[in-house]
């Protein structure tokens, strides 16, 4: 996880850990991702290319939706961002 800052419409600004993919890239609510083969203790059962509709700052994870509206909470370095 890497260090992040945003301001809220308040004016003050938050700092949190950001979530990185497994290449070092921020993960933001919106972004198309493909999710690794899952682990031991993962509740999906393969890959999957999804959105992401949550992300969990203090735990490093984020909520991926796949192709059927399932929804999967993932650690950040299992996801790999697609496109830039």
Not at 19 to 30: A, F, I, P, Q, Y
Not at 38 to 62: A, C, K, L, T, W
């Amino acid at each position: 996880m890497g260090k992040s800052s945003q301001m809220l419409t308040n004016g003050s600004k938050v700092d949190f850990e950001s979530v990185l993919d497994k290449n070092g890239r921020e993960v933001s609510v919106g972004d198309e991702v493909d999710v690794d083969e899952p682990g031991s203790s993962d509740m999906h059962q393969h890959s999957f290319r999804g959105m992401v509709i949550d992300v969990n700052h203090e735990q490093g994870y984020v909520s991926v939706s796949d192709q059927d509206d399932d929804c999967f909470d993932v650690d950040g370095t299992s996801v790999t961002l697609i496109g830039d």
